[in-house]
């Protein structure tokens, strides 16, 4: 393994950055690695452009932040605003013992049901990867529910949550789903 200087990338702040370089076939060029496939495909976009969206290394700041969004508004009982800042459009919820949510209407619908419900939640995303366009948090919640006789339950469970890259340069959630980590009764 190698490392080539990649020059005259003004939009990263920097005169040039580190690229990795791999050799794949004595015969064949050299093979980029995925960091210098992004940074060349980025330095040919408007860099007007490239300065607003987020570069790998700020997306695990943005989705966590997200997440504390997330609860705020689930905490203020505001399911307009959760839904607005956190899912796309287009996006699919999967709730556990439910049908898919698709869209956000369908989606406010799903937490403007369950937010009078949570009297707390709390999310510890514990990976997040990206790739181009897409990234995805994988991690694990705990909420407290009211009950309909008026005591609460206290669930534990995980969540895997896709995000896309919005037009905008903000990402949103495209695909959601948790479930509980409680044994079946």
Known sequence: MSYERVTAMPFLGQSGAWAQRTTVHPKKRLHLGVRQAYVEWTARRDPTVATTQAF???????????????????????????????????????????????????????????????????????????????????????MTLAQPDGSTADDRGKYVVVYRRQADGSYRAVADIFNTSRPAA
């Open 56 to 142: 790998p290394s700020d997306i695990p700041s943005i989705i966590l932040a997200m997440d504390q969004e997330f609860v705020r508004n689930v905490e203020a009982k505001n399911a307009e605003k959760l839904v607005n800042a956190f899912y796309a459009e287009d996006a699919q919820v999967l709730p556990p013992g439910q049908p898919l949510v698709s869209g956000r209407d369908a989606i406010k619908q799903l937490w403007g049901a369950l937010i009078p419900l949570l009297q707390r939640v709390s999310l510890t995303t514990t990976r997040i990867e990206a790739s181009g366009e897409l990234a995805y948090g994988t991690g694990t919640y705990e």
